[in-house]
T-cell receptor
Framework: SQQGEEDPQALSIQEGENATMNCSYK?????LQWYRQNSGRGLVHLIL?????REKHSGRLRVTLDTSKKSSSLLITASRAADTASYFC???????????FGPGTSLSVIP | NAGVTQTPKFQVLKTGQSMTLQCAQD?????MYWYRQDPGMGLRLIYY???????DKGEVPNGYNVSRLNKREFSLRLESAAPSQTSVYFC???????????FGPGTRLLVL
């Protein structure tokens, strides 16, 4: 199986600042996804980036993928209190048959 | 279009009791998953079904069984509940394994 390891485990920033979270993985992948989980709720998909892509944007989110370093980063710009949540990366490859979620990064945005 | 629905939302069981958690999706997805999440932790995969008619074990399958009833429905059964199974259970589905997963709202299970 393949598991993403998020870093840092916890991050606290002021509203308006940028937040960066990192994900490392161990083997070659087909894609990597980022999810958000607000307290007590199910995960919500944010972005999927494929192995042949290096960067992807969605609103205030920017995801990069460096397959040579086996790492990805999620940048949230101009953070808001509503961005307070846990963020998970999920690398996937067809060579193994399931996605294993890592422990996540807990982001606190202070108003 | 309800997405992924789960029933019940909350359940209290006594040790040794059995129950089935229900999950249904209306997105015509092939793959479905069951996860558990313990306080302050990430999700752990219990079982998944890559396509109708197939099921496979995840990270923590012991104490659970699953049934892929049809393309829409994927149930999780606890035959003899234990306090260690107190958790929040999430069901998810995706077009194919490895693609974007859509999650249900979760079932909170307390085993006394």
């Amino acid at each position: 199986s393949q598991q993403g390891e998020e870093d840092p485990q916890a991050l606290s920033i002021q509203e308006g600042e940028n937040a960066t979270m990192n994900c490392s993985y161990k083997t070659s992948i087909n894609n990597l996804q980022w999810y958000r989980q607000n307290s007590g709720r199910g995960l919500v998909h944010l972005i999927l980036i494929r192995s042949n892509e290096r960067e992807k944007h969605s609103g205030r989110l920017r995801v990069t993928l460096d397959t040579s370093k086996k790492s990805s980063s999620l940048l949230i710009t101009a953070s808001r209190a509503a961005d307070t949540a846990s963020y998970f990366c999920a690398p996937f490859a067809t060579s193994y048959d399931k996605v294993i979620f890592g422990p996540g990064t807990s982001l606190s945005v202070i108003p | 279009n309800a997405g992924v629905t789960q029933t019940p939302k909350f359940q209290v069981l006594k040790t040794g009791q059995s129950m089935t958690l229900q999950c249904a999706q209306d997105m015509n997805h092939n793959s479905m998953y069951w996860y558990r999440q313990d306080p302050g932790m990430g999700l752990r995969l219990i079982y998944y079904s890559a396509s109708e008619g197939t099921t496979d074990k995840g990270e923590v399958p012991n104490g659970y069984n699953v049934s892929r009833l049809n393309k829409r429905e994927f149930s999780l059964r606890l035959e003899s509940a234990a306090p260690s199974q107190t958790s929040v259970y999430f069901c998810a589905s995706s077009t194919y394994r490895g693609e974007t997963q859509y999650f249900g709202p979760g079932t909170r299970l307390l085993v006394l």
